[in-house]
């Protein structure tokens, strides 16, 4: 069973739509759970963090993180073109007192924002 | 807004030989990283780098790959004998003091990348 799993997509929405991503996994030592924007010929850029379960709101974005069900989504509202981009999930474990960690990522999904 | 750079950004090279990939960190960050990410796949996890040693590495990260901060300011990823299948974008991140924990996070900063093909 791999790690990380994400639906790769292509998703095209209308602008103004509401957006849904997804992740899922298996480890459940994974404790830290975000969500990274990748840009055309970029690196990817973290958009948000969440710790453990629960919802967290930036803006036109939310993320929810259910432990339980191993599920981690992200909701992008009032959607933008410049929104198009590939959201990555990725999640880390804690390892007590350590200042590095590594990060295990999801495929992407590559979303399409249509004026 | 401080950034990290990566040169170059394309390397073209032969099967078998070797490849310095080079990273400029941000300059008070502390943890130095390298992912790779081949066509296609997922971004996956090859080294952590802090205090001029290796903090943790994957099973990706075998004897042909090492990893030097040769000054202050450059992080290098050093692949000796290049296979085919080495051919991939390869992310240079740092991280700066925090330690992770809930109440404090501490960032990954990618830079934007050196595709590496090996033909």
């Known amino acids: 069973q791999k790690e990380v799993e994400q639906d790769p997509g292509p998703l095209s929405v209308p602008e103004g739509a509401i957006v849904s991503l997804n992740c899922t996994y298996s480890n459940s030592a994974f404790q830290y759970f975000m969500w990274y924007r990748q840009y055309s010929r970029k690196g990817p850029e973290l958009l948000m963090y969440t710790y453990s379960s629960g919802n967290k709101e930036d803006g036109r974005f939310t993320a929810q993180v259910d432990k339980s069900s191993k599920y981690i989504s992200l909701f992008i509202r009032d959607s933008q073109p410049s929104d198009s981009a590939t959201y990555l999930c990725?999640?880390?474990?804690?390892?007590?007192?350590?200042?590095?960690?590594?990060?295990?990522f999801g495929k992407g999904t590559k979303l399409s924002v249509i004026p | 807004e401080p950034e990290v750079t990566q040169t170059p950004s394309h390397q073209v090279t032969q099967m078998g030989q070797e490849v310095i990939l080079r990273c400029v960190p941000i300059?008070?960050?502390?943890?130095f990283y390298w992912y790779r990410q081949i066509l296609g796949q997922k971004v996956e996890f090859l080294v952590s780098?802090?205090?001029?040693?290796?903090?943790?590495k994957s099973e990706i990260f075998d004897d042909q790959f090492s990893v030097e901060r040769p000054d202050g300011s450059n992080f290098t990823l050093k692949i000796r004998s290049t296979k085919l299948e080495d051919s991939a974008m390869y992310f240079c991140?740092?991280?700066?003091?925090?330690?992770?924990?809930?109440?404090?996070?501490?960032?990954?900063?990618f830079g934007p990348g050196t595709r590496l093909t090996v033909l």
């Open positions: 991140a740092s991280s700066g003091r925090g330690i992770l924990l809930h109440v404090f996070y501490n960032e990954q900063f």
């Open positions: 300059s008070n960050h502390l943890y």
């Open positions: 780098f802090y205090n001029n040693e290796i903090s943790e």
């Open positions: 990725a999640m880390t474990s804690h390892r007590s007192g350590a200042g590095s960690y590594q990060l295990t």
